[in-house]
């Protein structure tokens, strides 16, 4: 896309009005067209289908993912291979090893420094170095006053110093380590100054008494210790905070003797520079100031080499973010949002390209409500009435798939109806029409009532289009939606037969009148988003009987239409409704069970309702009620193959509006 980015001054011999232009750079494409999301629409309608519900389908199609882009199993996976590769990396006890080591070499240096030496003061010495306590920190502390002979071993054991302090201040303070190279003493100086001010800005925002002006002016002064940069005072503790945890886990991870050395050995080094306190201090206020964050817990590592104190405080910083990342990709937690997912936490855990992933999947979910195809209501997400149209044409494009329409043949009434072929035939319009106007034949009207002087259109003058209405059909649809569909692997099949007749009945034949009836254990009528959002009550029973009941309801309110009931089972009925008004379950069916759902049968057969019954199994008890339910009403019994269901529900109903049943 190229924009006009300025305008040229005129002058002599220039076109005025004269324009630069070049490559849009104000952010997103405002001509962009809205994102496609036909496709993931269609990759929850096919699992929705499958018999999902809605919140169900979404989810699945952010945990696969879409248009390429990694879904949310995908970066939990990456998750969990980082921190699997994080406790292989080393052992947490590094810091303490190093310690010893330079212990040695120092004691060491300073033995061959004394050897030759002939006096009685360097065997004295030689005695204390050989006593010196086992505990590393003890021994660390007693030789804090020890005059060296060797300057060799004087600066060895003055790297156990400097590398306590670097270690710990690194650990707290990211990025400390080269920081305190060569340090001197107004360095230290310095950093104690900075935490200080740091505790004080804590306490105050505590008290509820920090404003942005004070951690504005922390951060022209020490703002060169934190380079992350942080915007306030909230982003700074986060930091600070996720560290202070850490390396408290780390010190609960180590082994009781482990822990102490290592604390005596810390309470040393910073005790001599002067930070100690200021230190204590910093991990109260974090703590209290970020309660929510791991700060007790042992981590496992398993890897063979040592970890600094600092790289191993950053390793289970990274943990601890790895482990939250996977809970909220996850998703598995009441009120579960994408949203939740805090997108520094991704990029630090797993990098800027799972970024461009997350920020996938958050389009698809916001561009689909955007779009109105999902709204957001009190039980969550469910699909609108556009997406439940899309979805009732996809089941229909399923089912048209394995059948060929042989055209529409009706038996028709030639008058000006409300839908049907046009004559060619029109009429003067009355109060209440609801036929399309016939512009052309209005306008002449006009044209010949005015002299075409005035041409302005007046009730009198308007014509409606005349066509055929064709006589109309009321059709229940009764679905079975007891627990035995889910076990059998059935219910998708019913729900996208369901979805494809009600679009079909809707869409193509609006002149007929359809309702979808659900029945188990009682029987309710279910609108197409009740029937895509169904989820299982795992009850038991197969109440046919109610199933009819409600149908007749529905044909009585159609009295000028054909009527036809369509059945979906795949059990004979199990429960009716007793004296009581409550459903009467009992397994095998009762002799009453069997009755009244017979008597509702003869009921319906009375009314010349036609009931045609699709049964999903094969089962003796099954097939030999549903014959006797198509001897008393005349109806067909169809066993369809598994898969032909659609094909042969829809391919009934258009046989019966052509007036050519369908062989059983």
């Known amino acids: 896309m190229r924009v006009r980015t300025g305008a040229l001054t005129s002058t002599v011999g220039r076109v005025p009005n004269e324009y630069r232009y070049g490559a849009w750079a104000g952010g997103a494409d405002p001509m962009e067209p809205p994102y496609d999301v036909r496709q993931a629409l269609d990759d929850i309608g096919d699992d929705v289908l499958s018999g999902m519900s809605p919140r169900e389908a979404l989810n699945r199609l952010l945990r696969r993912g879409s248009n390429g882009r990694d879904g949310l199993d995908s970066l939990r996976r990456q998750a969990m291979e980082r921190a699997r590769q994080l406790r292989k990396s080393g052992r947490l006890d590094g810091t303490l ?6 212990l040695e070499q120092a004691v060491e240096e300073e033995k061959r420094a004394l050897f030759p030496i002939p006096d009685d003061s360097a065997r004295m010495a030689e005695a204390e170095l050989d006593t010196l306590p086992h505990d590393t920190a003890r021994a660390v502390r007693e030789l804090a006053e020890y005059q060296w002979r060797s300057a060799e071993a004087r600066e060895t054991y003055q790297q156990i110093q400097d590398m306590l302090r670097s270690e710990v201040l ?12 060569n340090a001197t003493p107004e360095d230290f100086a310095r950093i104690r100054e900075m935490m200080s001010a740091l505790n004080d800005m804590l306490d105050a925002d505590a008290r509820g008494e920090h404003t942005p002006e004070d951690f504005a002016e922390f951060m022209e002064n020490y703002g060169d210790f934190f380079p992350e940069n942080p915007a306030n005072l909230d982003e700074l503790v986060d930091q600070l905070a996720r560290r202070a945890a850490a390396a408290q886990q780390l010190m609960q991870s180590l082994t009781p003797e482990q822990r102490e050395e290592m604390a005596n050995l810390m309470a040393q080094a910073m005790g001599q520079a002067g930070l100690a306190d200021e230190m204590a201090r910093l991990q109260a206020g974090l703590q209290s100031a970020r309660p929510d964050l791991p700060w007790n817990g042992r981590v496992r590592m398993d890897g063979e080499q040592g970890m600094g104190y600092s790289d191993a405080t950053g390793a289970i910083a990274e943990l601890a973010d790895l482990d939250q990342l996977g809970e909220l990709l996850d998703q598995n937690y009441p009120g579960a949002s994408l949203d939740d997912i805090d997108e520094e936490l991704i990029e630090r855990a797993l990098g800027r390209a799972a970024v461009d992933d997350m920020a996938q999947l958050r389009r698809i979910e916001r561009e689909l409500r955007e779009q109105g195809y999902l709204q957001r209501g009190s039980e969550g997400l469910r699909l609108s009435p556009r997406a439940l149209r899309r979805l009732g044409g996809t089941a229909l494009k399923r089912v048209f798939a394995m059948v060929e329409s042989r055209g529409r043949g009706s038996h028709d009434v030639h008058d000006a109806g409300a839908a049907g072929e046009i ?14 106007l016939d512009v052309v034949r209005s306008l002449r009207n006009t044209v010949l009532r005015t002299g075409g002087t005035d041409l302005q259109m007046a009730a009198e003058d308007f014509e409606v289009v005349e066509t055929e209405r064709r006589s109309s059909t009321a059709i229940a649809l009764l679905v079975d939606m007891s627990y035995s569909m889910e076990l059998r692997g059935t219910w998708g099949e019913a729900k996208t037969t369901a979805l494809a007749l009600h679009s079909l009945v809707t869409t ?11 029945f188990s254990d009682y029987a309710r009528v279910m609108t197409p988003n009740a029937l895509v959002e169904h989820d299982w009550d795992r009850v038991q029973g197969t109440n046919l009987q109610h199933g009819l009941m409600l149908a007749r309801r529905h044909l009585d309110k159609h009295r000028g239409a054909d009527p036809m009931i369509i059945v979906i089972t795949d059990g004979e009925p199990t429960a009716h409704l007793a004296a009581d008004g409550f459903a009467d379950f009992a397994w095998p069916p009762t002799p009453q069970t069997l009755a009244a759902t017979l008597a509702e049968v003869e009921r319906c057969t009375r009314r010349g309702a036609t009931i045609n019954v699709f049964m999903l199994d094969d089962d003796p008890r099954l097939v030999a009620f549903m014959q006797e339910l198509g001897r008393r009403n005349g109806g067909r019994v169809f066993q369809p193959k598994r898969g032909a269901l659609g094909e042969y529900v829809v391919e009934d109903y258009l046989e019966r509006r052509r007036g050519r049943p369908r062989a059983s």
């Open 170 to 181: 690194d650990a707290q303070f990211n990025g400390m380590k080269q920081a305190m190279q």
């Open 97 to 102: 090893d190093k310690v010893k080591e330079l």
């Open 423 to 436: 004559t060619g035939a029109s009429r003067e319009w009355r109060f209440g029409d609801e036929q399309p």
């Open 508 to 518: 193509k034949y609006p002149q007929d009148a359809i309702e979808i009836i659900g």
